[in-house]
């Protein structure tokens, strides 16, 4: 069965250090996202990417965090300064067709010392 | 905004006991509904859906119904088993937009 995944499983920074969360979605999905759930809070959307563009980006995606598509399987995640409030768990996810099942990699655990 | 709201966790209940996670959501418009399950050390993995107003969703002998009326989605399952221990997350979705919105999760625990 075809699933998403994300490498690394844990991520250890300094902060102010930047960090690249690598994601392989499945195969012919054409929808994107990045989610994060800070330990024991609910899981919240930061950016959705589709056709080679972000869709849409909530309020906690500012200026240090970016996405791509650098080539036809990987979605990357960079935090350009990561602050220690970056710390978290951060969810890669695809789909298909917008609004069918979003398919969610295990995660990253970021750690901002 | 829109949101969704579910019942404070930890559940705790023991093995064949009835259970119900409560889930309730504001939005303006007509979201689709979700149940997303979180096992220990895994991703988030689609447990059931309801698209309208009086869907039932249905997997592995879980159940949740959209009621419009009160707008709800409350999971429920007729006789827990151990390996249903996990968190478990209500969600929605609007078609004017790309995002799931989660609640803050309910973990359940199931004992032998």
């Known amino acids: 069965e075809p699933e998403v995944t994300q490498t690394p499983s844990h991520q250890v920074t300094q902060m102010g250090q930047e960090v690249i969360l690598r994601c392989v979605p499945i195969?012919?999905?054409?929808?994107f996202y990045w989610y994060r759930q800070i330990l024991g809070q609910k899981v919240e959307f930061l950016v959705s990417f589709y056709n080679n563009e972000i869709s849409e980006k909530s309020e906690i995606f500012d200026d240090q965090f970016s996405v791509e598509r650098p080539d036809g399987s990987n979605f990357t995640l960079k935090i350009r300064s990561t602050k220690l409030e970056d710390s978290a768990m951060y969810f890669c996810?695809?789909?298909?067709?917008?609004?069918?099942?979003?398919?969610f990699g295990p995660g990253t655990r970021l750690t901002v010392l | 905004g829109n949101s969704v709201t579910q019942m404070e966790g930890p559940v705790t209940l023991s093995e064949e006991a009835f259970l119900t996670i409560n889930c309730t959501y504001t939005?303006?418009?007509?979201?689709?509904l979700f149940w997303y399950v979180q096992y220990p050390g895994e991703g988030l993995q689609l447990l059931l859906k309801?698209?309208?107003?009086?869907d039932k969703g249905s997997n592995k002998g879980f159940e949740a119904t959209y009621r419009k009326e009160t707008t709800s989605f409350h999971l429920e399952k007729g006789s827990v088993q151990v390996s249903d221990s996990a968190v478990y997350f209500c969600?929605?979705?609007?078609?004017?937009?790309?995002?799931?919105?989660f609640g803050s999760g309910t973990r359940l625990l199931v004992r032998p």
């Open positions: 996810a695809s789909s298909g067709v917008k609004g069918n099942e979003q398919f």
């Open positions: 195969s012919n999905h054409l929808y």
């Open positions: 939005a303006t418009g007509y979201p689709s």
């Open positions: 309801a698209t309208k107003a009086d």
């Open positions: 969600a929605l979705w609007m078609d004017s937009s790309y995002k799931l919105i």
